[in-house]
């Protein structure tokens, strides 16, 4: 049965028309007739072309922490647009941004912004090569650091079949188009195997410019490390020269304003960020130890970027983040995300089903199997098909989470008592429909 009520199936007729499989980024397609297209979104719901309302747990796969349409935001970024955008020269909007920046995350001495979080993780990625003269980069399996070729190995969604022994994995690219020759220069680990990492960087720390981790697995169901995890990465980079990159572009500015560092008590040399940075607007940074990001201020190391630091989105992050400060909007996330986390859990045990969530109140995810996973490959052992008959479920009764478990669902500080009600209330009938 088709989600798309007959206006909606009409514009994504029109969009199939122009843009290809209807949608501007591939993960967007779902389907012929199970593709959602939206006309617009308030505080925590989002409205479909037939007026159907929703209540939104995707938030755009992580950006909206305020809500969708904040008042504040809007307010900044319609007073940035009538002043002129783009300039190409440094702006007043952009230095009070980047002040803010680092008031929310003090450790970060140094940062520029750029766009999108590829962008971000791209140019981290660079500079960690030219500031340790090193090419390889170690990432860990089932995150994912954007659409460029430097990262996009053994992602979420890759087969584990395929992704060579735990002992020694093998790195597998995700997409065609991506050059042999880059994956030589990427290894690949599972979170939370503090021997794996140790025993790579024995073999091979000299070679090691950046370790490249999602301090909580944003794209893996939101596993978190285990105790001690970030603080050995943290001293294996300290002892072989490394440079340690936390890309926060889901965490950053979401499970506290200070994001994964503030979180795990562990700081790296730069951090990434994006998404909730802006609520919605595009923004995103690199930001980080001043003698690592001086890297580019030394010459030899290129960053650039046309619409880089440009005063929308610069007032978008400003507006953001300012109200982030005051702390009213992480105080709500946290109380509406943990009744929806303990709530479901209760919902799931009283029908027998094995299941553990994971993450934290602002972005967390659910596992239905016996083991907790604490790696990837723990998460693939996922009862994939009840979750999907869940969520789609809920989709048809007006709750929008991701289908896939490995995208957590996201909450916002606009997302009320009465919406963690129905939200309840429905997950209740969805899976009473799944398991029947
Ligand atoms: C952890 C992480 N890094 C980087 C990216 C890429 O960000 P963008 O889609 O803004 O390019 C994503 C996107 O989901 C992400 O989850």
Redesign the pocket.
């Known amino acids: 049965m088709s989600i798309q009520g007959p206006k909606t199936a009409a514009l994504f007729d029109r969009a199939f028309a122009s843009l290809v499989n209807g949608v501007s980024s591939g993960w967007r397609y779902w389907g012929r007739d199970e593709t959602i297209v939206l006309t617009r979104g308030k505080g925590g719901h989002v409205w479909d072309a037939d007026g159907k309302r929703y209540i939104d747990f995707h938030m755009g796969?992580?950006p909206i922490i305020l809500g969708h349409g904040d008042e504040h935001v809007t307010q900044a970024v319609a007073k940035a647009v009538a002043n002129g955008t783009t300039f190409a020269f440094t702006q007043e909007q952009e230095v009070t941004a980047a002040e803010t920046v680092k008031r929310a995350v003090p450790w970060v001495e140094k940062l520029r912004f750029t766009n999108?979080?590829?962008?971000?993780?791209m140019h981290a990625v660079r500079l960690a090569r030219g500031f340790t003269g090193r090419d390889t980069v170690v990432k860990f399996e089932g995150?994912?650091?954007?659409?460029h070729d430097y990262v996009m190995y053994s992602t979420p969604g890759q087969d584990v079949a395929t992704l060579g022994s735990p002992y020694r994995p093998v790195p597998v690219a995700m997409s065609s188009g991506m050059p042999n020759v880059i994956g030589g220069l990427v290894r690949t680990l599972s979170f939370n195997d503090f021997t794996a990492v140790e025993r790579l960087f024995a073999d091979e720390g000299k070679r090691i410019a950046a370790l490249m981790v999602?301090p909580m697995l944003?794209?893996a169901m939101g596993i978190e490390p285990e105790p001690g995890f970030l603080e050995r990465l943290r001293s294996l980079c300290d002892e072989h020269g490394a440079v340690l990159i936390f890309?926060e572009?889901?965490t950053g500015f979401r499970i506290a304003v200070g994001g994964a560092a503030e979180t795990y008590g562990v700081t790296p040399d730069i951090s990434?960020f994006?998404?909730a940075m802006g609520n919605g607007l595009?923004v995103?940074a690199v930001a980080g130890r001043g003698e690592v990001l001086q890297g580019w201020a030394r010459g030899g190391i290129v960053q650039a970027g046309t619409y880089s630091g440009n005063s929308v989105s610069a007032a978008a992050a400003q507006a953001t983040i300012e109200r982030l400060l005051t702390g009213e909007p992480m105080a709500q996330v946290e109380r509406v995300g943990n009744a929806l986390m303990e709530g479901a859990a209760k919902i799931l045990a009283a029908r027998g089903v094995s299941s553990s969530v994971h993450g934290r109140p602002a972005m967390f995810g659910f596992f239905f199997g016996e083991e907790p996973p604490s790696d990837y490959r723990g998460s693939t052992q996922h009862d994939s098909e009840l979750y999907e008959k869940l969520v789609m479920g809920m989709i048809r009764r007006g709750v929008l989470p991701s289908p896939d478990a490995h995208e957590p669902w996201f909450l916002a500080a606009a997302h009320s008592d009465e919406d963690v009600a129905t939200t309840l209330q429905i997950f209740e009938e969805a899976l009473d429909e799944a398991l029947n």
């Open positions: 796969f992580g999108t979080g590829t962008e971000a993780t995150t994912y650091h954007g659409a999602e944003g794209n890309d572009v889901k990434t994006a998404k595009p995103a």
